[in-house]
Structures are given as structure tokens and as C-alpha cells.
């Protein structure tokens, strides 16, 4: 069974860093790409980043373009969130995700697997 479990979420203040982390298992992941989508309370999941197969391409939502970076462990069953200079809007739980295709879609529908979210909190 697939199983993604996030890590990393936390307490920080504006313009802080927190570097998330979602582990895979259940099947061989560094065949497959992965992603992450964010939902603040009364609002709808909201697409962030996701990163292919290799590595090698990424996409990033146009609200955190510059200051979040997807990468892949050295096993690639393990893919992280760097988030720098966070904003209080930044506020949300994270979930890890994996698209059905490349490029993802924007839209949930088009993620398969889902882990259970960490949450992040930015204080101004």
C-alpha cells in the first residue's frame, strides 16, 4: 500500500524557513513525480510545487516562485520543501502528493496518492 507521510511543519515568524519533508513507501518512487498543495482554513487545496521523475524539471505556483524549492532525496523516495521568506498567507497545511502525470495539473483531481498534511503556521 502507498503510503506518504509529511514532516516539517511548524511555529515561525515572518520571513522565516521551515524545510519540509515527505516520505514515500509502498512502491519504488524515483520512477515517479511528486508534489505539494497547501489548504488554509475556508479555502480550497491550492497547487505549490511538484518535481518529475529525475529531478530535473520543477514547477512552482506563481505565489511561491523565488522563495520555495522542490527537491528529491539521494533514494528519491523522499522529496522536500524548502520554504524561505515565508509570509504570514503562507499559512496552511502542507500535503505531499503524487501527480498522475507530467506536467501535473493544478488541480487535486490530478494527484492520486495523498499523505495526511503537516501543518505550517507564519506569525507576523
Known amino acids: 500500500q502507498v503510503q506518504l507521510v509529511e514532516s516539517g511543519g511548524g511555529l515561525v515568524q515572518a520571513g522565516g524557513s521551515l524545510r519540509l519533508s515527505c516520505a514515500a513507501s509502498?512502491?519504488?518512487?524515483?520512477?515517479?513525480?511528486m508534489g505539494w498543495f497547501r489548504q488554509a482554513p475556508g479555502k480550497e487545496r491550492e497547487f505549490v510545487a511538484a518535481?518529475?521523475?529525475?529531478?530535473?524539471?520543477?514547477r512552482y505556483a506563481d505565489s511561491v516562485k523565488g522563495r520555495f524549492t522542490i527537491s528529491r532525496g539521494n533514494a528519491k523516495n523522499t522529496v522536500y520543501l524548502q520554504m524561505n521568506s515565508l509570509k504570514p498567507e503562507d499559512t496552511a497545511v502542507y500535503y505531499c502528493?503524487?501527480?498522475?502525470?507530467?506536467?501535473?495539473?493544478?488541480?487535486?483531481?490530478?494527484?492520486?496518492?495523498w499523505g495526511q498534511g503537516t501543518q505550517v503556521t507564519v506569525s507576523s
Open positions: 502528493a503524487d501527480p498522475s502525470s507530467w506536467p501535473p495539473s493544478a488541480d487535486p483531481s490530478g494527484f492520486r496518492y
Open positions: 509502498g512502491r519504488t518512487f524515483n520512477s515517479y513525480a
Open positions: 518535481i518529475n521523475f529525475s529531478g530535473l524539471s520543477t
